[in-house]
């Protein structure tokens, strides 16, 4: 049955008929027929989807659409909205996961049918897998007081998948426990001490509440259509992977709305933590850090989040993933903890920073505050402290933390005393744009809850901050976590820590504990030798002679001047009808590990550097000869594929072009993309981004004799501007090694 419910904005039917938002703009305008508008607003309308694939098709626009683009268009556009779509979506797919012969019998007949029978058949899973509590039909009210919780959430993780398929995903094993941890508050929590004499109170776990409740029929009938494009999409990519999908394009479209934890800061953090079988998140948003520290089938994974919806993502989401035992449930961890009596082998928790209401004034005699009670402003130190009440003796926490947490003046007696103790093990100060907010150098802290006071205790500083990326690609990630592991591995050992000049050192605890107590890295780690020393700086300065020699070598020559062309005109999107291109775009993951080109590495002319997680989806490959377009970040870009970079994945947020050798020429293809005027009349411009829709980019029609004039002149050109950019490079290093070693005293004056 079609859906009459599911709305589309003009960018979606955009995508259905593969045009650009302009031609759905003169459709309208031109076409007394085209569908009317159902619901949105009058400068962004959204219309009825089977309405306007119905339009499409008898007007021989609609192209054809991929399955999952057709169930992420139902998904967007579900009237109740995408959260209760992907909810209901996630329920689905672990019927499927864990009884697949069920649903084929349920979904046989009508959408009113299937509704009516889906909750019968919803139970027998969740009674299992949830408790008795989350097969109720009602969703409990949730009534956490005081803050709103913005998940700290994974997103770049959000993409990645597993490559299990729903044929052979049946897992009985798997048992995800809620109720364990949303039962009455006297047995969640124990009482609450004796108000004491100034009258503040320490509240009780009253207001936690499972993470996933049973969908009625009623709600679920909006939902039919949906589910059936989900079922067989789950059919085409496995039940784990659709999930992943879908949620991972549901974070990608709402990227205000979520403060994501990318998967490789997750993974790092999960090792820091080392092997555990008890893992507690307590700010778990979609479930990175979990997913990342689920390693082993007899795990247990504890979560929690204030924000239902991400608390009931994250439960479907670890019950799709993973065969360890997880207990999740809704609620304010700070006010109402639903794991009290939990003591974790490990803790991971990417925290809310600098909130004014986290609790200061109802938790002032809260038992969890054995290091002093946290400031107003230091709601960073309470979540540190809550992550220390719940490890066992000896169990590792690790935390992401802003910078200000480390040298606050408020927070130093707090500081202090977890130093003292033992408390805290390492502060590792990350790269700018390791994570959201990405213009801030965040940090680790690396926790262990002492069994006894150390003797003689010290502190591990780190600071990779030197591993920074150039613009959006991010830090280099593989550089970051050898550095961070091999400094936390050789910390661990016996000896005397082996001192690592401006990336590494072990100090002694009274060595901080003055009056500021101040723990940034960068303050107490002996610099660098500049650059290597003043050898390596005579090498860096012969290098660079010998580039800028070639770079003015490669200088183009001087151009004639000559009439403003008036070519005839295509675009990429009839060049792509008619075969003489192939269009693809980057993926979310692949079948083998291989080298991936990032939209960064494009834009900085860089090798590729980007990873993509394995999954069933099929990587986009490069050849040599293809060229490679960015579509974000309004830069005029294009990049011809060579030998060395052949082979690798395409990334994300990239469109790949391969044209026919018989038609086109790579070069000219190229050169002609970058124009100015070509990229501004081809994007879109939204408050934060600008986009570039590769179709609408413009060719001349010329011969290809003409095409290959032109590509060689590029050529020359791109030869040219790679040699500007690495005696670019060179020159920067020269410069900040001669300051540097001026400085430090490494390098005479004269």
């Known amino acids: 049955m079609q859906d009459n419910t599911t709305e589309v904005t003009a960018a979606g039917i955009a995508r259905l008929a593969g045009v650009g938002r302009a031609a759905v703009s003169n459709w309208r305008r031109r076409h007394a027929d085209f569908p009317r508008p159902v619901g949105g607003t009058e400068t962004s309308p959204s219309f009825a989807l089977a309405e306007v694939e119905s339009w499409l098709r008898k007007q021989g626009k609609l ?46 007949g009508s959408d009113e049918r299937l509704s009516e029978m889906l909750p019968g058949a919803l139970r027998e899973v969740f009674t299992p897998r949830f408790g008795p509590e989350s097969a109720m039909n009602t969703a409990p009210a949730v009534n956490t007081p005081g803050r709103v919780h913005t998940p700290d959430a994974d997103r770049a993780s959000a993409n990645a998948v597993d490559g299990t398929t729903a044929a052979d995903a049946v897992n009985p094993a798997s048992r995800v426990n809620i109720a364990d941890a949303v039962n009455t508050a006297n047995a969640v929590n124990p009482p609450p001490p004796a108000r004491p004499a100034s009258g503040v109170h320490t ?12 969908p009625t029929g009623s709600e679920l009938l909006p939902s039919a259509p949906l589910l059936r494009g989900v079922a067989e999409l789950a059919a085409e990519l496995g039940a784990r992977q659709t999930f992943e999908f879908l949620l991972g394009r549901h974070l990608d479209a709402n990227p205000r709305q979520y403060t994501l934890t990318p998967a490789d800061l997750a993974a790092l953090m ?12 307590p700010a778990c948003g979609t479930g990175a850090l979990l997913r990342a520290a689920a390693t082993r089938p007899d795990q247990e994974l504890h979560a929690q989040d204030n924000a239902p919806e991400l608390a009931a993502l994250t439960t479907l989401r670890l019950a799709l993933q993973t065969w360890s035992t997880v207990h ?7 006010r109402a903890d639903a794991h009290p009596r939990l ?18 004034d109802e938790l002032a005699y809260d038992p969890r505050w054995e290091y002093g009670f946290p400031a107003r402003t230091e709601s960073e130190l309470a979540w540190v402290q809550h992550a220390l009440a719940r490890l066992k003796d000896g169990g590792a926490g690790v935390l992401l933390m802003p910078p200000a947490a480390a040298s606050r003046r408020s927070g130093r007696r707090i500081r202090a005393d977890l130093l003292r103790r033992g408390a805290l093990r390492a502060v590792i100060a ?18 262990r809850r002492p069994e006894k006071a150390p003797a003689q205790p010290e502190v ?14 991010g830090p280099d990630w593989r550089a970051v976590r ?28 009274i060595e901080l504990l003055d009056d500021d107590v101040d723990l940034a890295p960068a303050r107490h780690l002996p610099p660098p030798t500049a650059a290597g020393g003043a050898d390596q700086l005579t090498a860096v300065r012969e290098h660079l002679g010998e580039t800028l020699r070639l770079t003015a070598d490669l200088t183009p020559p001087r151009g004639d001047a000559a009439h403003p062309a008036r070519w005839p005109l295509t675009t990429i999107g009839e060049l792509a009808r008619g075969g003489a291109l192939m269009l693809r775009t980057g993926g979310n993951g692949g079948h083998a590990r291989v080298p991936v080109l990032t939209d960064h590495d494009v834009l900085f002319g860089a090798d590729p550097s980007g990873t993509l997680p394995e999954s069933e989806e099929e990587a986009v490959l490069t050849e040599p000869g293809d060229v490679v377009v960015p579509v974000l970040g309004g830069g005029s870009v294009a990049r011809v594929i060579d030998a060395t970079t052949g082979g690798a994945a395409l990334g994300r947020n990239l469109v790949l072009l391969r044209p026919d050798p018989a038609a086109l020429d790579p070069w000219f293809l190229a050169g002609f993309l970058r124009g100015t005027a070509n990229n501004r009349q081809a994007s879109s411009y939204a408050s934060t981004a600008t986009r570039l829709d590769v179709r609408r980019l413009q060719l001349p029609r010329l011969p290809l004799d003409e095409q290959r004039r032109y590509g060689q002149r590029f050529r020359v050109l791109d030869e040219f501007e790679r040699a500007l950019r690495h005696a670019g490079r060179l020159g920067e290093q020269l410069v900040r090694g001669m300051y540097d070693g001026l400085t430090d005293g490494t390098v005479a004056p004269d």
């Open 328 to 334: 999740a449930a809704v609620g304010d961890s700070l």
């Open 270 to 281: 999960a090792d820091l933590a080392g092997p555990a079988r008890t893992v507690l998140d």
């Open 203 to 214: 509240p009780s776990a009253v207001n936690t509440h499972p993470a996933v409740h049973l």
């Open 343 to 360: 003591r974790a082998d490990a803790v991971l928790c990417h925290p809310p920073f600098n909130e004014r209401n986290w609790g200061h």
């Open 63 to 108: 192209a054809e659409v991929p399955l999952r683009e057709r169930v992420w268009q139902q998904l967007s556009g579900h009237p109740e909205g995408p959260v209760t779509a992907l909810t209901h979506a996630g329920c689905l797919l672990l019927l499927i996961h864990d009884r697949p012969t069920v649903w084929l019998e349920v979904s046989a």
């Open 430 to 447: 990350l790269p700018v744009g390791a994570a959201p907010p990405y213009n801030i150098p965040l940090h680790l802290w690396v926790l």
């Open 460 to 473: 591990l500083l780190v600071d990779v901050g030197q591993f920074a990326g150039e613009g959006r690609g």
């Open 482 to 509: 050898e550095a961070v592991l091999d400094a936390w591995q050789a910390f661990g050992r016996p000896g005397r820590f082996p001192e690592r000049p401006g990336v590494a050192r072990a100090l002694p605890v």
